[in-house]
């Protein structure tokens, strides 16, 4: 579960205008808005018309949450902050409801209507969630913003996920027809005994992703340790790099 939490405190506010530091701290002490999600991607194949999101206010004010669809071009081909998206067409896709008041302890199952129709590729969505509290105290609307990332895949499609020899040294490449999210990645060196953590990597059809190894490893005994997440299910997935891998 992912708790995304919203308060109503502000120190910096209240430097800055001391005449507000009382009210917003009284604010801040008996108005709060937690809202909590069960997913944090949602995955959805070409040929299932509906998914859904569950959505649970587990603080003490009324949340008003509204839902943006948008969707994302060309995706994994840039990075989060370069990524571009366009609105998303109705007949396509819709969230119900999109809009709506979530009273404290409360919850509510969000549901996403798809258009079952052929797909080449994955096409990937960002749900924008934007939640407003009111305080009663100060009646100030404290607005945070969140996203959730929706990912159709092709039917019967899978990744294949292969460690290749590059020119700078190895890569990941997705041979497959759809994404693998790769986890928990450790470059190690057998002989030594020593391992090195890699970041977190989503990796789309026909996509490859360049691994840096360690000067110090002996590629002979090196050997780089996934957790993949395909398709919904996670796997633990070992690759060693083979000897010719250490030729130019």
């Known amino acids: 579960m992912y ?16 005449a507000l530091g009382l009210l917003l701290l009284q604010a801040a002490q008996s108005a709060s808005a937690q809202l909590l999600l069960n997913e944090s991607v949602i995955e959805m194949d070409a040929n299932q018309a509906r998914g859904s999101i569950q959505m649970s206010n587990t603080g003490s004010t009324p949340i008003q949450v509204s839902i943006d669809l948008q969707e994302v071009l060309a995706p994994g081909t840039f990075g989060p902050l370069d990524e571009v998206t366009i609105p998303v067409q109705p007949s396509i896709l819709q969230i119900e409801p999109n809009h709506f008041e979530l009273p404290p302890n409360d919850k509510v199952t969000v549901a996403i209507h798809h258009s079952v129709r052929a797909l080449q590729d994955d096409e990937a969505y960002r749900l924008l969630i934007q939640p407003t509290t009111t305080s009663q105290h100060s009646g100030m ?31 990941f490449e997705n041979q497959g027809t759809t994404n693998a999210l790769l986890t928990k990645l450790q470059v190690c060196d057998e002989s030594k005994n ?34 993949q997440r395909q398709r919904g ?16």
């Open 141 to 171: 609307n404290i607005l945070l913003n969140y996203d959730l990332m929706l990912l159709v895949r092709p039917a019967d499609s899978e990744p294949k996920v292969r460690l290749i020899k590059t020119h700078e040294g190895v890569a």
């Open 233 to 248: 299910q996670y796997k633990s997935i070992d690759y060693r790099i083979p000897v010719d891998f250490a030729s130019k």
């Open 194 to 227: 020593v391992c090195q953590s890699l970041p977190s990597q989503r990796l789309y059809a026909e996509q490859h992703w360049p691994i840096v190894l360690p000067e110090e490893f002996d590629i002979h005994h090196t050997q780089i340790k996934t957790h």
């Open 3 to 18: 708790l995304l939490q919203q308060t109503l405190i502000s120190r910096c506010l209240q430097m800055v205008i001391p």
